[in-house]
T-cell receptor, first 114, second 109 residues
Framework: DTGVSQDPRHKITKRGQNVTFRCDPI?????LYWYRQTLGQGPEFLTY????????KSRLLSDRFSAERPKGSFSTLEIQRTEQGDSAMYLC????????????FGPGTRLLVL | KNEVEQSPQNLTAQEGEFITINCSYS?????LHWLQQHPGGGIVSLFM???GKKKHGRLIATINIQEKHSSLHITASHPRDSAVYIC???????????FGTGTRLQVFP
C-alpha cells in the first residue's frame, strides 16, 4: 500500500459548477477525515467517517457540501454550485481507529473556483 | 483566540542552528500531533504524543499535558527542514483535530 491517495490533484472550475473529489485511504484504516486548508492557514476539520458512518460534520460544511464513504473504503467529497470562497486545498487523512492514532495525509486536491 | 496557538509564526535560521517551535492549547487535548507541510501541500505526520518526549532522528517533541504546552525541537537544522510545522490536537469533547496556524521555518545554508 502506497499511502493515502487523492484524485484529482488539481481542479479548476467555474463558479456554479459541481465538483467531486475522491480519497482512497490506507486499506486497513477505519477512520477517514476531510479537511480544508486556505492559503496561510492551518487545516480546518470538515467531516470524518468511521467505516461507512459519517460521525461528525463541521459547521463549515454547508448544505452545498456532501461526503460519502459508501463501502467503508474510498470516500468522495462533492461541492455543488461552487463559489469562489470554496477555493482551497482539500485534504484527506486516514487512521486506524480513534483520532488519537497517527493520521496519514494524502497529497490534497487544490481547487480553484473562477 | 485560537484554541491551538503556535509561536513563532515565522522563523529563519542558519544551517546547524537549534530550532524550537512552541504550541499552546486551551482545550482539553488527550494527545498532540506535530505535522510537517512542504511547499505544494503534502503533510507528513512527525509525532503523536500524549506525555513526555519522543525523538526521531534530529527531531524531538515534548509535551506537558498539565500545562497544555508542547515543543518541537530540531537539532543541527538543515535547509531541507524548511517547511511549515503544524501542531494539532483532538479535543476531549469531540473526535476532530484542532490545528494551529503553523510555523513557517526557513533554514539557510
Amino acid at each position: 500500500d502506497t499511502g493515502v491517495s487523492q484524485d484529482p490533484r488539481h481542479k479548476i472550475t467555474k463558479r456554479g459548477q459541481n465538483v467531486t473529489f475522491r480519497c482512497d485511504p490506507i486499506s486497513e484504516h477505519n477512520r477517514l477525515y476531510w479537511y480544508r486548508q486556505t492559503l496561510g492557514q492551518g487545516p480546518e476539520f470538515l467531516t470524518y467517517f468511521q467505516n461507512e458512518a459519517q460521525l461528525e460534520k463541521s459547521r463549515l460544511l454547508s448544505d452545498r457540501f456532501s461526503a460519502e464513504r459508501p463501502k467503508g473504503s474510498f470516500s468522495t467529497l462533492e461541492i455543488q454550485r461552487t463559489e469562489q470562497g470554496d477555493s482551497a486545498m482539500y485534504l484527506c487523512a486516514s487512521s486506524l481507529d480513534r483520532v488519537a492514532e497517527t493520521q496519514y495525509f494524502g497529497p490534497g486536491t487544490r481547487l480553484l473556483v473562477l | 483566540k485560537n484554541e491551538v496557538e503556535q509561536s513563532p509564526q515565522n522563523l529563519t535560521a542558519q544551517e546547524g542552528e537549534f530550532i524550537t517551535i512552541n504550541c499552546s492549547y486551551s482545550v482539553g487535548i488527550s494527545a498532540l500531533h506535530w505535522l510537517q507541510q512542504h511547499p505544494g501541500g503534502g503533510i507528513v505526520s512527525l509525532f503523536m504524543l500524549s506525555s513526555g518526549k519522543k525523538k526521531h532522528g534530529r527531531l524531538i517533541a515534548t509535551i506537558n499535558i498539565q500545562e497544555k504546552h508542547s515543543s518541537l525541537h530540531i537539532t543541527a537544522s538543515h535547509p531541507r527542514d524548511s517547511a511549515v510545522y503544524i501542531c494539532a490536537g483532538p479535543s476531549t469533547n469531540t473526535d476532530k483535530l484542532i490545528f494551529g496556524t503553523g510555523t513557517r521555518l526557513q533554514v539557510f545554508p
